[in-house]
């Protein structure tokens, strides 16, 4: 019988579990690049899966994505932000010839995802080579990297725990090896080796005072010596076994006392349960018809809400892979040649297709959008060969649980919630500052973001009480200057940075190159020359004209349809009666007139090139033969949270604010990523096919969406070798998968 306390304890840990579940809503990313080796010159192409993190389906929450390649000190060497499109994104990076040859990490998130840690980013390691640097060559020293996993989460005193253990080697996979656990004394209480890729289990009871150490063996015969982790006097051990029918056995050892345990799957809790140890032992039946697909937590409370211990179970989906069907019209092709590829998709698919060459530098990639969605994205650290335990029922997935375990929860912020900090971007890019004077923060001021250009977009924000401010930048896209400024010179503006400072704990490989590999580099050093030499490495998608932000103006003079005037205020006094130029003592300023429904009593936003201007004196300095038109909005128009009395805006020919000399934060500031479009020749005539222009391309062809079912048509390089179509897919229902095929091209 359960008193009144213990009951409140455990229900109040289920409902702050659900309360914060409905709040955090979970993203989830897969990237899907053309290859996994590239040698710097080349392009990397890529498509974005933003997905709700429970049903798989494309999420629509989040408009931007953030991409970042990282090198192994995760110092960030490549940047950019991607536009969102119901959960889509896609686009490229260029890869310059300042990057060193090494292991990288291609990570992308949006800035929701930065409430909850970075090692739920989408994260994959790339090889990249430069080709122009002498690439190290030395042979790779063996290494062993050998963690220790107590089921539940810790070593105590004389209660038997099952300890797991991963081993990788110097390139990140699963090692051979054989080792022996010994006490302080040298004396042997437990032996272990791995069942699969490095991975296994062994017993073990710690005894009160006693330190505990591995003596290890690998395949060539070196030893090395491991500490395991330091053993509790006190605390709890949890052991889940499977009785092989519908039920897991959930067995706790620890101190006597109320106990809960909390099963959940994503944000949906299965099963909640209190229970007393009794004389050091309790136990709890799940049973799994009740669990969820997928990864499922099971955590230890006491009475006081404390977690305790916590264990991963795998339920393997019963919904298979999406089914994808390609084909090609022949197994065998010449150069410049056509191919035909037929894909046969199910209704609502949405995929991306990638044709390379495969060599001894690219290799196989094993990259898997359905195994990632199921196992690797609620797991910390890297699972080698993933969907091996989604296609094969005898793979040990639960050595996998055991060594990659962790919670996805931060479980004080469960139990106390606090607002989250960064908000999701629901319709563009946000950009965020602070205004201070004299290192202040200074609160209700306006501030504006400007790119001098031909099309004129004006940012506006307003400080909080913090000085914190904020631009919705919309339309905003690649690299431009920018002009931050507010109306008291006095004001600084810094701006923030939008990219992750979090990174994950994931290690990359260490690098070395085969020397026997010499000659394929060079070969495809020579390669990727050529082809940016003589072709375009995109195609750039035309861009529809946009009007001004303020739309169409009630009145719009160019200045070539009149007579000129060599000072700017002649112009405004003889050709605008909308705006009355006004003159005090030496310092000038503009009132808007002529609406009889409106009475002006403020100075309009005066902009040139769509950055504003407060001095109105250095307007009427300007060359008037430099400005080709001018825009009058003859009303009260409200932009953000600011209001202007009208708007008066100045256009240059060449968008380069006519010589006027902008006051303020002046900045170079890179938005969301221009569309481009993969560029593939065509060799559609007996002209083109003798051309003597060579074609070296190794990437024959990138689709990042195709959503029918259709025939795909491109062409073979004069390249020979044999070539991989590698297509990976989400629908609308969240069914996710990967097809693969290969092809031969011919000297």
């Not at 990788?168 to 022996?180: A, D, R, Y």
Request: proline fraction near 5%.
């Amino acid at each position: 019988m359960l008193w009144a306390g213990q009951v409140f304890a455990q229900d109040a840990v289920r409902q702050a579990f659900e309360q914060y579940s409905q709040k955090a809503f979970q993203e989830k990313v897969y990237l899907h690049s053309d290859r996994s080796f590239y040698i710097v010159g080349e392009t990397l192409w890529f498509k974005l899966y933003v997905v709700d993190g429970t049903t798989h389906q494309p999420a629509d929450l989040s408009k931007v994505a953030y991409l970042e390649l990282l090198d192994a000190s995760h110092a960030p060497v490549l940047q950019s932000k991607v536009s969102l499109e119901k959960g889509k994104g896609h686009g490229m990076l260029i890869l310059p010839a300042t990057l060193n040859s090494g292991r990288y990490h291609l990570r992308a998130y949006t800035n929701w995802m930065k409430n909850f840690g970075a090692d739920l980013y989408f994260e994959k390691p790339l090889t990249i080579v430069n080709s122009f640097t002498k690439v190290p060559t030395q042979e790779k020293e063996p290494q062993l990297d050998l963690q220790f996993f107590p089921e539940g989460g810790h070593l105590v005193e004389s209660l038997p725990s099952r300890v797991a253990f991963r081993g990788i080697n110097e390139n990140g996979l699963g090692s051979t090896f054989s080792g022996t656990i010994l006490n302080a004394a040298g004396e042997t209480v437990a032996t272990f080796r791995p069942e699969h890729l490095g991975m296994g289990s062994f017993v073990l009871t710690p005894k009160a005072g006693e330190t505990y150490r591995a003596v290890v063996k690998d395949a060539a015969g070196t030893q090395r010596i491991y500490t395991l982790p330091d053993v509790q006097k006190s605390g709890y051990v949890l052991t889940v076994q499977d009785t092989g029918k519908d039920e897991l056995e959930v067995l706790i050892a620890g101190p006597d006392g109320r106990v809960s345990l909390l099963v959940h799957t994503q944000r949906s809790v299965q099963q909640s349960e209190s229970s007393i140890v009794r004389q050091g032992e309790t136990q709890f039946w799940v049973k799994k018809s009740d669990l969820l697909e997928g990864i499922t937590h099971l955590t230890l409370f006491n009475a006081n809400r404390q977690p305790l211990c916590e264990r991963l179970y795998f339920k393997r989906p019963q919904r298979p892979a999406m089914k994808l069907g390609v084909k090609s019209d022949k197994a065998a092709y010449v150069r410049r040649e056509k191919i035909a590829l037929s894909l046969q998709l199910p209704d609502s698919a949405d995929v991306s297709v990638a044709v390379y060459r495969l060599d001894s530098l690219q290799g196989d990639a094993s990259e898997d959008i359905y195994s990632y969605l199921w196992l690797n994205s609620d797991l910390k650290g890297t699972v080698e060969a993933p969907a091996d335990y989604l296609t094969d029922p005898t793979t040990n997935v639960d050595l996998v649980m055991l060594t990659h375990g962790w919670s996805r929860f931060r479980w004080n912020e469960v139990m106390r919630p606090v607002p989250f900090r960064y908000i999701p971007e629901y319709e563009t890019h946000l950009l965020y500052g602070k205004v201070t004077v004299n290192q202040q923060p200074v609160a209700k001021v306006p501030v504006y973001l400007a790119a001098p250009g031909k099309d004129v977009w004006l940012y506006p924000a307003l400080s909080d009480s913090a000085g914190r401010i904020f631009f919705q930048m919309k339309h905003f896209e690649g690299m431009n200057e920018v002009v931050v400024q507010t109306a008291d010179t006095l004001q600084r503006v810094e701006l923030e940075s939008s990219f992750s400072n979090q990174f994950s704990s994931r290690p990359l490989p260490a690098f070395s190159f085969d020397q026997t590999l010499k000659n394929a580099l060079l070969d495809r050093s020579i390669q990727m020359q050529v082809r940016n030499a003589y072709q375009p490495l995109y195609q750039a998608v035309p861009v529809t004209d946009t009007v001004a932000f303020y739309g169409i103006a009630e009145k719009t003079y160019k200045l070539d349809d009149y007579t000129r005037f060599p000072v700017l205020e002649e112009v405004m006094r003889e050709y605008v009666p909308e705006v009355d130029v006004r003159r005090h003592q030496s310092q000038f300023s503009f009132l808007m007139l002529g609406r009889a429904e409106y009475s002006f009593t403020q100075p309009p936003l005066v902009l040139m090139d769509g950055v504003p201007v407060f001095d109105v004196n250095k307007v009427l300095a300007l060359d008037p033969l430099r400005i080709r038109r001018l825009d009058v909005v003859n009303r009260r128009y409200f932009l953000g949270p600011l209001l202007f009395e009208g708007i008066v805006s100045f256009r240059s020919y060449k968008g380069d604010l006519a010589g006027l000399q902008p006051e303020g934060l002046v900045t170079s500031y890179e938005g969301v990523q221009a569309q481009r479009e993969f560029y593939s020749p065509r060799y559609d005539t007996p002209q083109q096919r003798q051309s003597r222009t060579a074609d070296f391309r190794t990437l024959l062809y990138w689709a990042p969406q195709i959503k029918a079912t259709q025939a795909l048509d491109f062409y073979t390089s004069d390249l020979s070798g044999t070539y991989q179509v590698v297509i990976q897919g989400l629908s609308a229902q969240g069914d996710a998968g990967s097809q693969r095929m290969t092809f031969e091209v011919q000297k």
